[in-house]
């Protein structure tokens, strides 16, 4: 197991960490927006980034992991809010017994302060790899003097080997929004979801883990405080408006992103939450 920190064009910041787990997994986090951007076990990439993407912090990037946070979706900040954005800072990067653990932070600053969402805030997020997982938690706290309320969610680009064969088990019986639709709440009424269309869902209010499968392996989603799960995918009409996402690349993602945002996460000041995901690799899916 290692710890790998690539440094950027000044020679001296780090821009990027890569963690190599054990039995060959692996992950890499980008120090701008804390985005991880790559997660490899069971020989194979998991997660999907666009050959488009833009990783020199001009734009948010397009694919692995970016993170929401205060806003998800359009609204008085910049789409999603500004976390995908900033310089995190890294604060650790470790192994442990079974795997690597890295530690990153963001706090306000004069820019944040100066926002539609002006708040004091600090945010450690927890990026924990082993063998066959990957958890993402982040662990708000409120550092001002007043309360604040904030939405947030960590947008998880999944690749799959083709869209046409994948299926979502665990939202059966949810009701979500249908954003394709105007935002009109309905129920999910299949076992197993499948995507031949843009689709843009809020899943409200899940009740356990979900499992995102394709060819008879499968990730597993599950949650830590995050109420909702986002699906989306582009489908060829809204790839082909994206310059961050090439035309043909639609087949092999699938966002199946946790967080909440249908409703707020609100703090106290001196309070904290930890919200986030663990995803866990089969390579022999629960559900075909
Ligand atoms: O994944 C849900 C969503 O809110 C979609 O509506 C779509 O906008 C997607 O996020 C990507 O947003 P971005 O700002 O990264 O282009």
Same mark, same amino acid.
């Given at each position: ?66 993170l ?12 999603? !809010?500004?976390?995908?954005? $900033? ?5 650790? %990067?470790? *192994? ?5 653990v =890295? ?17 004091k ?26 309360a ?36 009109? !709440?309905l129920?999910?009424? $299949? ?5 031949? %269309?843009? *689709? ?5 209010? =899940?009740?356990?883990a ?49 967080g ?5 996460i ?23």
């Open positions: 197991m290692s710890v790998q920190k690539f440094f950027g064009a000044d020679g001296v910041s780090v821009e990027r960490v890569v963690i190599n787990g054990p039995q060959g997994s692996s992950a890499e986090v980008y120090l701008y927006g804390a985005t991880v951007t790559s997660w490899k076990c069971g020989g194979k990439e998991r997660l999907f980034v666009s050959r488009q993407a833009k990783l020199d912090g001009s734009k948010p990037v397009r694919g692995g992991i970016p929401v946070f205060p806003q998800f979706g359009p609204g008085a900040l910049p789409q999603h !809010g500004f976390a995908r954005t $900033r310089q995190w800072t890294l604060l650790s %990067a470790e *192994e442990h017994g079974q795997g690597v =890295v530690n990153l932070q963001l706090k306000d600053n004069e820019d944040t302060r100066a926002s539609k969402w002006p708040f805030f600090d945010l450690l997020y927890t990026i924990d790899l082993t063998a066959t997982t990957l958890s993402t938690i982040i662990k708000y706290e409120n550092v001002d003097s007043q604040f309320s904030f939405t947030s969610l960590m947008h998880t680009y999944l690749r799959v080997p083709d869209i046409a064969r994948t299926t979502v088990a665990g939202l059966k019986g949810v009701p979500y929004l249908d954003k394709i639709k105007g935002g009109e !709440g129920v999910e009424e $299949r076992d197993l979801v499948t995507v031949d %269309a843009n *689709e843009d869902r809020v899943y409200i209010d =899940v009740p356990g979900v499992e995102v499968a394709c060819g008879g392996e499968s990730v597993g989603i599950r949650r830590f405080n995050f109420k909702d799960i986002v699906l989306w995918n582009p489908w060829a009409e809204k790839a082909a408006e994206m310059s961050d996402f090439a035309d043909d690349e639609y087949p092999q993602m699938i966002c199946v992103e946790a909440t945002v249908a409703s707020q609100s703090l106290k000041p001196g309070q904290t939450i930890s919200c986030g995901q663990i995803l866990t690799f089969n390579s022999s899916a629960s559900h075909i």
